[in-house]
């Protein structure tokens, strides 16, 4: 039999030492665990569905701008890297990745931040918890149980953020928000090749968009400082070519700060396996001054494009849509598909139909919602 762990620190997930599924299994042979635990996650329904949501951008807007499925692809192509890097697992990184934004909502933040506040009276919506719920109940793939009966681990990393209330409902997986322990190396590290992953493409599609201007981008010094150095290096390069170069950087830069600090927190607190991560401090992190400076950059594109007026302006379509939805299935649940529909117990039926509006596409909520208030949809 293969030895897929061969290769990893003492400090890594092995998935030989796996806290294995909620639905036992035989073992996958010419695969590790978190190898089967990825190719389910890829040929899953919601993984498929990333391909249409939303980024920043509508899909419509531009075949260009990057969508829940690319953003997803690009956090496990660094994530990988970072892990190589670090002897973590690797399998186990690219599984979390690929599957941490399966419950995400149509229309990014805001169509979770609607939904949180349409649930409001019926238990909340989170993200986390949603993509969660997707690979433990609501895919149907399997004769043998719900959902795809992932590993502990791989769920342990989808799950990064979770309330109290909620984490004391699931048992053996929410404990860690209760004690304040740690998740495993890899959770830790996906977390921040999502964050490395959407603030460097998200200046990207910020300035394909014209809704941020390269002059607004040089008062960030993280890309200031990357971008004159592409000009020393290249003078007179294109546009798009000196931006893909100056965001090669940055990456390269923030990969590099996160792999020698986390290297460094690894060798000072020699952990001998998991269960020392989990009773340690965070371990993977940036420097003191890349921190600094990837805080700036958030806040800047916050406020410049996350909150600029025609994405506003997009938001605000985007909120109606989601918050019509919801209170036009609750008020009739017989416009629900017959397996979403609950008889006599709102919370049930209130969770369902936040199911049916996570699950939906942009372009899909965008027609459902023609076909219930469009007079011209008979």
């Known amino acids: 039999m293969m030895d897929f762990d061969a290769h990893l620190a003492a400090y890594a997930a092995h998935s030989s030492k796996s806290r294995g599924r909620r639905h036992p299994e035989p073992a996958p042979g010419s695969r590790s665990e978190y190898q089967r635990d990825r190719d389910r996650i890829i040929h899953s329904t919601a993984f498929r569905r990333l391909e249409y949501k939303t980024q920043v951008f509508l899909n419509h807007e531009g075949d260009l701008f990057r969508t829940r499925l690319t953003h997803s692809i690009e956090v496990a192509q660094i994530g990988r890297t970072l892990a190589r890097s670090l002897r973590l697992n690797e399998d186990l990184v690219e599984a979390t990745a690929l599957a941490h934004d399966l419950g995400h909502t149509p229309f990014g933040h805001v169509g979770q931040d609607v939904l949180n506040e349409c649930m409001k009276d019926y238990g909340g919506f989170e993200h986390n918890l949603q993509s969660l719920r997707v690979v433990d109940t609501l895919e149907e793939h399997y004769g043998a149980f719900d959902g795809l009966n992932l590993t502990f681990e791989t769920r342990e990393g989808i799950l990064k953020h979770c309330s109290l209330t909620n984490a004391r409902q699931l048992g053996e997986l929410g404990q860690r928000f209760i004690d304040r322990s740690q998740p495993s190396l890899e959770a830790q590290l996906t977390n921040l090749a999502d964050e490395i992953a959407y603030n460097n493409h998200d200046i990207d599609d910020g300035l394909r968009s014209g809704l941020l201007t390269m002059a607004q981008m040089e008062e960030v010094e993280l890309f200031a400082r990357h971008r004159h150095a592409v000009e020393a290096q290249y003078p007179g390069l294109p546009g798009r070519r000196a931006l893909y170069e100056t965001i090669r950087l940055m990456i390269t830069a923030m990969t590099a700060d996160l792999v020698e600090t986390s290297a460094g927190l690894l060798a000072e607190a020699a952990p001998q396996g998991i269960d020392d ?34 994405v506003n ?66």
């Open 277 to 310: 991560v989990r009773a340690g401090p965070p371990l993977i992190r940036f420097s003191a001054q890349m921190r600094a400076e990837t805080t700036a950059l958030k806040r800047f594109l916050h406020a410049n494009l996350y909150r600029h007026f025609q």
């Open 313 to 378: 302006r997009m938001r605000v379509k985007a909120s109606r849509v989601v918050r019509e939805l919801f209170d036009a299935f609750m008020l009739d649940p017989i416009l629900l598909p017959a397996d979403y529909q609950v008889e006599g117990d709102p919370m049930k039926q209130a969770r369902k139909i936040a199911d049916y509006i996570a699950g939906m596409t942009d372009r899909y909520a965008i027609r459902e919602h023609k076909r219930i208030f469009s007079l011209d949809q008979f």
